[in-house]
């Protein structure tokens, strides 16, 4: 078992935010290889151990240590990471933050405060309801904003997949003449 760590992983904490009384810390409270960060667990855990470590040097140093993987996660080919998740999982579509398991449509995001998952009108079909798909006829939602425009598009005959991918390769003046033509139908 070595008794510290070699000169290059020493300067490599450095170079992460640690002092050299941190490192010293490190060894005298049982770190003493790059092996040892992964039954640390986290960088939590890490402040923890060594007092004054700020939270961002922390981080740092575990990414590192465990080569940007969590502990017990192990690295798909290519050095990316497989999560695997329920299909009952529900990101805020504004800051991405995780929501809870009672989760329910129409809910506020725990973090932003914000609706997690807006309830959007189908321009094909006219159902609304959350999420990226309509759960009635699958077409992708579009911005609410632009809904008058998708179903000017769908009147003209644009097949429903279509649709969404015109509104985002259109740039703002052509658009504009979109909503020309809408505002003219209804005139």
Same mark, same amino acid.
């Given at each position: 078992?070595?008794?510290?760590?070699?000169?290059l992983e020493?300067?490599?904490?450095?170079?992460?935010?640690?002092?050299? &009384?941190? %490192?010293?810390?490190?060894?005298?409270?049982? #770190?003493? @290889?790059? +092996?040892?960060?992964?039954? /640390?667990?986290?960088?939590?855990?890490?402040?923890?151990?060594v007092?004054?470590?700020?939270?961002?040097?922390?981080?740092?140093?575990m990414?590192?240590?465990t080569?940007g993987?969590?502990?017990?996660? &192990?690295p %798909?080919?290519g050095?990316?990471?497989?999560? #695997?998740? @329920?299909? +009952?999982?529900?990101?805020? /579509?504004?800051?991405?933050?995780?929501?809870p398991?009672?989760?329910?449509?129409?809910?506020?995001c725990?973090?932003?405060?914000?609706?997690?998952?807006?309830?959007?009108?189908?321009?094909?079909?006219? &159902?609304?309801?959350?999420?990226?798909?309509?759960?009635?006829?699958?077409a992708?939602?579009?911005?609410?904003?632009?809904?008058?425009?998708a179903?000017?598009?769908?009147?003209?005959?644009?097949?429903?997949?279509?649709?969404?991918?015109?509104?985002?390769?259109?740039?703002?003046?052509e658009?504009?003449?979109?909503?020309?033509?809408?505002?003219?139908?209804?005139?």
């Amino acid at each position: 078992m070595p008794k510290g760590f070699s000169a290059l992983e020493k300067n490599i904490l450095k170079a992460k935010g640690l002092t050299e &009384a941190q %490192v010293k810390k490190l060894i005298a409270v049982g #770190v003493t @290889s790059k +092996d040892d960060f992964k039954t /640390v667990g986290s960088a939590a855990t890490l402040a923890e151990l060594v007092a004054g470590v700020d939270g961002a040097v922390a981080e740092r140093v575990m990414a590192w240590a465990t080569d940007g993987h969590a502990p017990g996660r &192990a690295p %798909v080919s290519g050095g990316s990471n497989l999560v #695997v998740e @329920s299909a +009952d999982v529900v990101y805020c /579509v504004h800051c991405k933050t995780k929501q809870p398991k009672d989760y329910k449509s129409g809910d506020l995001c725990v973090s932003c405060g914000k609706q997690a998952e807006p309830i959007l009108a189908c321009f094909w079909c006219s &159902a609304s309801g959350p999420g990226k798909f309509c759960r009635q006829c699958g077409a992708e939602f579009v911005a609410t904003a632009e809904l008058d425009l998708a179903v000017l598009l769908r009147r003209e005959g644009l097949p429903k997949d279509e649709v969404p991918k015109r509104l985002k390769a259109l740039s703002a003046a052509e658009k504009d003449v979109l909503w020309g033509r809408v505002r003219k139908s209804r005139g």
